[in-house]
């Protein structure tokens, strides 16, 4: 079974960090470009990190210099660091490989 689970939300002050998980269970997200999105309320998703197979990272501006995606292939994880929060970083944040979502884990920075 394809599965996306996500985990290491939680509550911060800002200016804090979280580190969120993905655990990709059915073998075939090692092989692909793995995502981590993010929803506030009342706004459209949008792409915070992605990571190729080979490792190679992208980031929205939003994040650039704070967050850092990475992965282990051989354990298929996927990991969001997360650095210098603010509280406009609260959201659920999503865990996406082809087709595949997680159900999401709520970030919550405080101000």
């Known amino acids: 079974q394809v599965q996306l689970v996500e985990s290491g939300g939680g509550l911060v002050q800002a200016g804090g960090s979280l580190r969120l998980s993905c655990a990709g269970s059915?073998?075939?997200?090692?092989?692909?470009?793995m995502n981590w999105y993010r929803q506030a309320p009342g706004k459209q998703r949008e792409l915070v990190a992605g990571i190729s197979s080979g490792g190679r990272p992208t980031y929205a501006d939003f994040v650039k210099g704070r967050f850092t995606i990475s992965r282990d292939n051989a354990k298929s994880m996927i990991y969001l660091q997360m650095n210098s929060l603010k509280p406009e970083d609260t959201a659920v944040y999503y865990c996406n490989g082809l087709a595949f979502w997680g159900q999401g884990t709520q970030v919550t920075v405080l101000s």
């Open positions: 059915g073998g075939i997200f090692r092989f692909t470009t």
